[in-house]
């Protein structure tokens, strides 16, 4: 088959014409993405989902610009990360979040903030966005842009993110059951995942299954589902809602129920014990790479 370079934005509107398609037609899905796929120059939609892994693998590959690899070459060696920081990006497991859903982040005793690992995440972050092809103007930033506007363009960019490195030994043997842990610190899900030595980003994963359901999906317009145990924390927390917030309470959406939850879990002396707010605004540390 043709390598077609196709990017999750492509493949998505190729979805969405499809399920127009279906809509239109009374046609079955499957029939409707093939359909669609041969319209643009694809020979089914099993040809998309190849392309769309190939494009995204070829774009991981490509080397880090220089200028960015001289700048975290140099902070490496000004601030090292510590040895338990670069142990969980090796052989253990981080996730980074955006620095916003960070703030509704609880931590447990099992998990700390990992700030001085920014150029250990920056390695792989910064090669997709510098390769990251514009679906609009065909471009990217490293042909684009010169090396010190792209170096600032890059640490500005890392200011969106806070990242949190696991302390236990056992390490997650999946991303699923990765993506299981790190969901249950907060309503918000991660960006990127580091996973003995792994590198994911969460935005080019088709989707996440837990328990056999479906928790994440880059597909437009998914919806977080409720937790499983929805209904056993509620009977252990409904009774902090008033009646008035009761009644609220059944008239939102499932996935703010469940959201509801945590936060009521939170206020309960033994949540105060598991969880530790994380309220930090992000450290310097990566901003100060500038001056390096």
Known sequence: MELISTTATAAEKLKRLAKTLRKSTRTSLAIALDAVAKQHGYEHW?????CLEQTASASRSKPLPESLKDLL???????PASAESQKAFAQGFVFAMDVKDAEELSLTSEY?????GWYLAAKDLWRGLAHYRDDETGTTLFETQQPEELASAALDDLQNYRL????GTAVPASLEEAYKQASEL????????WLGGKFIDIGEVPE???DGQVVFSSSPGFAVLPSTDKRTRFEKF????????????DKIAAQEQDFWLFQLEKQTPI?????????SSVRSSWQDAKKI
């Open 271 to 279: 949540g105060q014990a598991r969880y530790k707010p994380v309220h």
């Open 73 to 79: 070459d140099r902070a490496a060696m000004r601030s």
């Open 186 to 193: 907060s309503f918000f899900p991660p960006t990127h995942i």
């Open 208 to 210: 996440i299954r837990v």
């Open 112 to 116: 700390a903030e990992c700030d001085d």
């Open 46 to 50: 099993k040809h998309v989902t190849v």
């Open 164 to 167: 949190f490195r696991h302390l």
């Open 238 to 249: 409904g009774h902090l809602l008033n009646a008035a917030e009761r009644e609220l309470f």
